[in-house]
């Protein structure tokens, strides 16, 4: 039995992970796809402390040698539920069950994607899903922010603020997030609204996007934007499904958990960290300082045992 299980390899999950092992506990981490998380996506991190540039997989690869380096044991596997009573909870993967006193759910949340072909292969290349993170490689450029939401505004308004030209497509025919947002836009002269437009294609010589096509939802025009880069900001999807009877979701699927990561459950000792739960920002320094406080709480509530 391990002191605790942290499910999930991005930035909350090996902060956990590190902070738990220098509390002297013994620690699995247990992921299903790669190390990093989400931030192994982008090309370029430039607000992280400490490092002035550095590439999300190059980050993601500091963070797991350094808890490995404490002796951090990964597991390669698919979580699909937690059980267990206090003091002794069971983590069920694919390949067999894990034991632990405590856990920490770290699973964080994947962007909503168009769904187009060469999405991926355009990802980090023109194709971005954080203004907050890459707007400033489009300083004086021509982007696109897709979505109508208060994410896809707030965004909008941050790279209008340093973008040539900034156009916001929205599939429905009114932007749905607040009304404040919408008339700062309004007035910035190098921003224009598409309505009930959707993108219907990505173009791009297969290293770099250089425009978009959009298809009118009324008429079924087609029309080209030529583009620098293009912002996909129609909300995110947390992977919390395997949990929804140990914790509390709230209706978007997130754990209803707040600053101190201790969520709604009916199994003492499991915690949440990251993206995965109910928060108002989402970047890694946040998803870090998560990781710190589920890892020294889910120490304090192992040491009660």
Known sequence: MYDIIV??????GLTAALYARRAEKTVLVIEKESFGGQITHSPKVENYPGFVSISGSDLGDKMLEHATELGVEIELDTVTGISGERGD?????DGGEFHAKSVIIATGSKHRTLGLPDEELYTGEGVSYCA???GA??????VAIVGGGN?????????????KWVYVIQNLPYLTGEASLAQILERRTNVSVICSHTVTELIGDGKTLSGIKIKNADTEAVSELKLDGVFV????????GPFESAVTLNDYGYIEADEDCMPRS???GVF????????????????VADGAVAALAAARFIDTL
Do not use: H, M, W
């Open 137 to 142: 490689f489009y300083k004086d450029k021509t």
């Open 7 to 12: 499910i999930g390899a991005g930035p909350a």
């Open 151 to 163: 994410s896809a505004l707030q965004e909008a308004v941050l790279l209008s603020e340093s973008c």
């Open 266 to 268: 009916n199994l003492p």
């Open 272 to 287: 949440a960290a990251g993206d995965c739960r109910t928060k108002k920002i989402r970047q890694v320094a946040t998803a």
């Open 132 to 134: 907050v993170c890459d």
């Open 233 to 240: 900001a129609i909300g995110q999807v947390p992977e919390n």
């Open 89 to 93: 909870l069971t983590v069920t993967a």
